[in-house]
């Protein structure tokens, strides 16, 4: 699973470029600049957000949606979405555990429990399931 998060901001004034530092990793690089504005005052700002993420594939999202049906008792024609809550779904913490126990066993993975309790959503859970099996595969 990889994510990537950004924030965009455009300076309606001329810029300059004050400072530029690469920065790599294992599996990335990412490069830091630092700009300011040569023209006195405030210059007009527009900003944009955006995020991409490298999500599970479909079917371990449709898998993650059957076992979520079946642990928490949901009509078969009921329309669950990667985006889906849990929560929404009337899942208490009990239901998460049991939620997260079946998927172990579906999958043949262990999750921590520090990772358990950060799973709120069908594609958190689809994701970190991706992410085990990859990490078991590879040892």
């Known amino acids: ?5 950004a924030t965009s901001v455009t300076f309606g004034s001329s810029l300059k470029l004050l400072k530029s530092s690469q920065i790599t990793g294992k599996a990335s690089s990412l490069k830091m600049v630092t700009v300011g504005w040569t023209k006195s005052g405030f210059p007009s700002l527009r900003t944009s957000r955006f995020r991409v993420s490298c999500s599970a594939k479909p079917e371990t999202v449709q898998k993650v949606c059957e076992i979520v049906k079946k642990q928490l008792a949901l009509p078969a024609e009921s329309e669950l979405t990667p985006e889906s809550k849990f929560a929404a779904l009337g899942a208490d913490s009990l239901d998460t555990v049991e939620i997260v126990m079946s998927l172990e066993e579906e999958f043949g993975i262990s999750v921590e429990e ?3 309790q950060n ?5 958190e859970a689809a994701d970190l399931i991706e992410k085990l099996v990859q990490k078991k595969s590879e040892a």
């Open 1 to 5: 699973m990889a994510a990537v998060s």
């Open 114 to 116: 520090e990772s358990s």
């Open 119 to 123: 799973i709120t959503t069908v594609q």
